[in-house]
T-cell receptor, first 114, second 112 residues
């Protein structure tokens, strides 16, 4: 059984629309992250959360908003979608933050904006 | 700022030959280094990690030694297998931050 569930697996969106990418982890981890992978910038850090609190944000655009309704959930809302947002978005989690905690990644959501 | 450099974008080797993928880093604090492997259409998975200078962790035939004096953590394997074909990421972490900083990745392609 997958330990980190990302939904949907594939997503096609129209420019200007809004989408929410879902991430749930069942590892009992306290820290969760979003990364983006595209041809231009492989595995680019976006956000980190620890105990449902935002710890770090490296995303320049406010169009990207993480949402944590439960400790094991970290969804990503993207508004006013642009073709440049096309990428695979990976959610990850770790037992703690810092101290060399290694990540477990979800299988990703492939987003195509047309 | 902290960063990771992987100089090779693509490494193509014949099966059975040794593998070496380069990784150097810049870190403000005492570093933790990781190698992640990503097979086609899959999630990245941890291959090995090191926090200790001059120690050599091994996994699935791969090994890497953290050399703080040269800020390097090169990945090696004595004999490549076809199944090793994948994208390999070197990543940097430290006590002060939870996020891992990933290098650009090296695509390893093994030919028969």
């Amino acid at each position: 059984d997958p330990k980190i569930i990302q939904k949907p697996k594939y997503l096609v969106a129209v420019t200007g629309s809004e989408k929410i990418l879902i991430c749930e982890q069942y590892l009992g981890h306290n820290a969760m992250y979003w990364y983006r992978q595209s041809a231009k910038k492989p595995l680019e850090f976006m956000f980190s959360y620890s105990y449902q609190k935002l710890m770090d944000n490296q995303t320049a655009s406010s169009r990207f908003q993480p949402q944590s309704s439960k400790k094991n959930h970290l969804d990503l809302q993207i508004t006013a979608l642009k073709p440049d947002d096309s990428a695979t978005y990976f959610c990850a989690s770790s037992r703690g933050q810092g101290a060399g905690s290694d990540y477990t990644f979800g299988s990703g959501t492939r987003l195509l904006v047309i | 700022g902290d960063s990771v450099t992987q100089t090779e974008g693509l490494v193509t080797l014949t099966e059975g030959l040794p593998v070496m993928l380069n990784c150097t880093y810049q870190s403000t604090y005492s570093p933790f280094l990781f190698w992640y492997v990503q097979h086609l259409n899959e999630a990245p998975k941890l291959l090995l990690k090191s926090f200790t200078d001059n120690k050599r962790p091994e996994h699935q035939g791969f090994h890497a030694t953290l050399h703080k004096s040269s800020s390097s953590f090169h990945l090696q394997k004595s004999s490549a297998q076809l199944s090793d074909s994948a994208l390999y990421y070197c990543a940097l972490g430290n006590y002060n931050q939870g996020k891992l900083i990933f290098g650009q990745g090296t695509k390893l392609s093994i030919k028969p």
